[in-house]
């Protein structure tokens, strides 16, 4: 079993930054493919980025390319997610994701990851 741990969230002024880190622990973690998916008020979860384990595959909706990255965390024993010049639509929680390695090269839908942390919040305002 899987478990994910994710932090970093907070309060952050528009154009700030913030980096989010998810822990993960339990089964064979080099075999994982990571995402980070976000969850507004009101709205669906959406996709945000996913990362091979070694971060050496990774995939971005179109709205965050350029301002956030997904990467390896050593530190952490997991992934984390920079994110700069951070806006006010990307208010939202976020969520670690985790699902064993597949056929695909990247997998941008939540039905497709079978493991979650319990999100952390993030909110730009000024």
């Known amino acids: 079993q899987v478990q994910l741990v994710e932090s970093g969230g907070g309060l952050v002024e528009p154009g700030g930054s913030l980096r989010l880190s998810c822990k993960a622990s339990?089964?064979?973690?080099?075999?994982?493919?990571m995402g980070w998916f976000r969850q507004a008020p009101g709205k669906e979860r959406e996709f945000v980025a996913c990362?091979?384990?070694?971060?050496?595959?990774?995939y971005y909706t179109d709205s965050v390319k350029g301002r956030f990255t997904i990467s390896r965390d050593n530190a952490k024993n997991g992934v984390s997610l920079q994110m700069n010049s951070l806006k006010p639509e990307d208010t939202a929680v976020y969520f670690c994701?985790?699902?064993?390695?597949?056929?695909?090269?990247?997998?941008?839908?939540?039905?497709?990851?079978?493991?979650w942390g319990q999100g952390t919040q993030v909110t730009v305002s000024s």
């Open positions: 994701a985790a699902r064993f390695l597949g056929s695909s090269r990247y997998y941008d839908s939540a039905r497709d990851y079978a493991y």
């Open positions: 990362s091979s384990w070694s971060g050496s595959s990774t």
């Open positions: 339990g089964g064979a973690l080099s075999s994982l493919f």
